[in-house]
């Protein structure tokens, strides 16, 4: 399977986008999916997660109440929206879907990976 995410792009700070991630096969509701992030010369980390079993979801601490992550069987999409953006939230997004049923790691095996989207919070 292929993940592509997309949705990325340059906003100023307080602005929203809405990052989108879809699979080449129709399971996204069966896996657990992540967003992480890397920005220039930081490691990449996690910033939001799905799980497949019960559909809970799990925040970077530094993006809750602004990050709503979400999930569209229908059609097979995972969404990140993100709303009241800082220039620190500037980075490469990719998700990343996990064959376990809930988030629990940020460090869980991940097996299948994104190309990753651009977002530039800049005024």
């Known amino acids: 399977v292929q993940l592509q995410a997309s949705g990325g792009g340059l906003v100023q700070p307080g602005g929203s986008l809405r990052l989108s991630c879809t699979a080449s096969?129709?399971?996204?509701?069966?896996?657990?999916v992540a967003w992480f992030r890397q920005a220039p010369g930081k490691e990449r980390e996690g910033v939001s997660c799905?799980?497949?079993?019960?559909?809970?979801?799990m925040y970077l601490d530094s993006v809750k109440g602004r990050f709503t992550i979400s999930r569209d069987n229908a059609k097979n999409t995972v969404y990140l929206q993100m709303n009241s953006l800082k220039p620190e939230d500037t980075a490469v997004y990719y998700c990343?879907?996990?064959?376990?049923?809930?988030?629990?790691?940020?460090?869980?095996?991940?097996?299948?990976w994104g190309q990753g989207t651009q977002v530039t919070v800049s005024s």
């Open positions: 096969e129709h399971m996204l509701n069966l896996v657990t």
């Open positions: 990343a879907l996990g064959l376990f049923g809930t988030c629990s790691s940020w460090s869980a095996p991940y097996s299948e």
């Open positions: 799905i799980g497949s079993s019960d559909s809970s979801t």
